[in-house]
């Protein structure tokens, strides 16, 4: 185990959670039990008085995160320490004074205030909780929490329902700072706001910070967001970290070819924008049964091809995708599609076959690579003849990449950057020789 | 003859806290094969526009005056049959929630083939190959072994693909999206858009998008129109709105978006929220919020008119604000910075410290 640093506040380490779904309505939607590897071995650290961000697409297991860590939910495995307290081993008697240091705002501005309680009790709740303060103190000091989010005093009676979104958002961070919390996990706060009103809200947390030393988690989908609030930012993708480091390192520019494309993917709001827009196949895998190696290598343009062959690396992009399609693939026709009829690929010729699917996976008639090609007309005999096992085994085991063997360590790029991408393998070995990729700081 | 002509177009809701009136005597039109952007903030009042389009307006809304021209053809003038001959057919839909627009208890290629065995009069074995070459256009993987899956075996972007696809089944003159991206993911929703602008211009469709992102219109729209409380309040071919932008709420909404790369500490903001649209503030409705208000903008309601002075009359950039008009007196005070050599845009408001 490493030592903690002076200024971390909140360390994670190999956490994970994963959700049993075989009792639950996915486990009937798939027809099988299996755990949803929903976090999966993370390491973090929360610094004192910093926003870490936390970025990925839906599903990709932020708000398990995010609740894990504050043990809002049960972790399956790993620990977190809050200062020098492992929050994973304390007593419940402790842990729910703790909790008070730690608080959590909702995604959802409409859902998570209860509609039955006045604004007052509301906030009043966690001071009653915590035994903070009451009587004409307590009223006091509602008061003053409100106006604290620029609310008004005099608003403790009305219900939830008779504010906007953006003020139903203060209201949630007037409930978390009534308890004078150190640390707090904003989850998607602005998601649900408009533009205008989320601008007002990041201000606010950005003022409050500053004015009460606090330390934000910070976990949103949007990048531009992220990349204005966060001090130091974490690329989740399917339950792991893809790249941790300060907003600088991660973003200008983008190393991990995931943050690359998230980067690349946002609509900038101008009209003479003319970057070449990085777009990535599919959709994220199922975090059931995740993908082997780098979770990312079905969808990543720069994955890494063999020594074995110099193919471009859209050649090699698109057959790894033929390769990955061979093997979930029920019929040949599913492969490619004609413009005329789509049923009748059975009776193509040979050529025809071929020339559809190269137009499908944008491969050129003959691919840049001898020995490459070879494999690759060969598996496009065995479509031909309607096997595609068959087909799939070539393509299988003569194109495999070092992305596809095993998961990558996370490397080591820069004091506290790091990335898990085999691209930054030998970045690695000079920052850093021994090498160690899961120890979380260093002295 | 523009393909879509909207009039002065008024739709009010009657509610028991009084009339909303979501579009207040809104005028735009749509030439055929471009791409329109309406946007604004919730409450704008942008989907009222879609639905009139489309007169699907629900009690207690009513469109209470205007006019609404497609092909020349008076839309609110036509018998329900009319209209729905044209609905799904000439003009189609995509909303923001694709689900409600799939029906769970059927498979999804056969709801698209149902709509083009309706509309078209093709039969089954047509219906189901266009609908798998549909399907495979907007690039859903294995498109023919797909066709007869269920919309909960699809993810949130094959849903609105699938939508999609629906919509364009009957080739329509205009498609009209609200929000056809807001509930995916930034990667998602840029393979989306890149097929809405990609289909748009091969089957040469107009469409309507609705969004409340200024990302999503920069990047696929000609041109714009802005509104606010139910109100447009400026009208621009995209460049112009973005490097020229005329209305203060303009100006104030693309200064609020954070931008990767830009190192400003604070976000400007607009003060305030949109006003309840059944008591809408006297005179210019964004004069509480906007940092330029003068006393007569508490008084005098501002119209549409030539933002560049020029004296055209078909004047193709237009706002609503007293500037034009020569009734302010400070005037407005912003500036558009555009940085760097990537063309970074930033704006900036002077007077909103
Ligand atoms: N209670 C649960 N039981 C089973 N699976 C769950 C449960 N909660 C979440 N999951 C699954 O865990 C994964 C991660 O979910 P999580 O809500 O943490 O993602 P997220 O990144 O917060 O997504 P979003 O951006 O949509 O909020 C998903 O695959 C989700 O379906
Ligand atoms: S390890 Fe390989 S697949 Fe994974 S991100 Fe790096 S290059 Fe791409
Ligand atoms: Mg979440």
Known sequence: MSERTEESILRVEGLKKYYDTSSGFIDSLLGRGRSVKAVDDVDLELREGETLGVVGESGCGKTTLGRSILRLIKPTDGTVYYRDEELTAVSNVRLRRLKKDLQYIFQDPFASLNPRLTVGDIIGEPLDVHDLADGEERTERIGELLETVGLNASHTRRYPHEFSGGQRQRIGIARALAVDPEVIVCDEPVSALDVSVQAQILNLLEDLQDEFGLSYIFIAHDLSVVEHISDRVAVMYLGEIAEVGTTEEVFSPPHHPYTEALLSAIPEPDPLWEDEQITLPGTVPSPIDPPSGCRFHTRCPRIIQPDDYELTQAEWRSIVDLKLQTGDAESVGSLATTEEESVELSSLTRDRLDELIRSEYSLPRRVSDEQAEEVLSSAIDRLHAGEIADANERLDSAFVSPCERRPPDQYRTGDAHRIACFLYEEENDEHDSAGRADAVVED | ?353
Not at chain 2, 245 to 268: A, E, N, W
């Open chain 2, 1 to 353: 003859m523009a393909l879509l002509e909207v009039e002065d177009l008024t739709v009010e809701f009657y509610t028991q806290e009084g009339v909303v009136t979501a579009a207040d005597g809104l005028s735009y039109r749509i030439e055929s094969g471009e791409t329109f952007g309406v946007v604004g903030e919730s409450g704008a009042g942008k989907s009222v526009t879609a639905l009139s389009l489309m007169r699907l307006i629900e009690s207690p809304g009513r469109i209470t005056s205007g006019e609404i021209r497609f092909k020349g053809q008076d839309i609110l003038g036509m018998t329900e049959q009319e209209v729905r001959s044209i609905r799904g057919n000439e003009i189609a839909m995509v909303f923001q929630d694709a689900q409600t627009a799939l029906n769970p208890v059927y498979s999804v290629g056969e709801q698209i083939a149902e709509a083009m065995r309706h509309h078209l009069g093709y039969d089954d074995r047509e219906a189901k190959e266009r609908t798998i070459q549909l399907l495979d256009t907007v690039n859903i993987p294995e498109a023919e072994s797909r066709y007869s899956d269920y919309p909960h075996e699809f993810s949130g972007g094959m849903q609105q693909r699938a939508v999609i696809a629906m919509a364009l089944s009957c080739d329509p003159d205009l498609l009209i999206c609200d929000e056809p991206t807001t509930a995916l993911d930034v990667t998602i929703e840029a393979q989306i858009l890149a097929e809405i602008e990609e289909l748009a211009e091969e089957f040469d469709t107009a469409v309507q998008l609705i969004t409340h992102d200024l990302g999503v219109i920069a990047e696929v729209c000609d041109r714009v129109m802005v509104m606010y409380a139910g109100k447009p309040v400026e009208k621009a071919p995209v460049e112009e709105l973005y490097y020229d932008p005329k209305h203060p709420y303009t100006v104030g909404l693309m200064s609020s978006i954070p931008r990767v790369g830009d190192d400003r500490d604070r976000l400007q903001t607009i003060p305030g929220t949109m006003p309840d649209l059944v008591e809408l503030p006297t005179g210019c409705s964004f004069h509480p919020r906007c940092p330029f208000a003068e006393e007569v903008c508490t008084r005098k309601q501002p119209s549409l008119i030539d933002a560049d002075r020029d004296g055209t009359l078909d004047a193709d950039h237009v706002a609503a604000c007293l500037e034009y008009t020569g009734d302010l007196t400070e005037g407005l005070d912003y500036e558009v910075v555009v940085e760097g050599s990537d063309e970074e845009r930033v704006v900036e408001e002077d007077q909103n410290v």
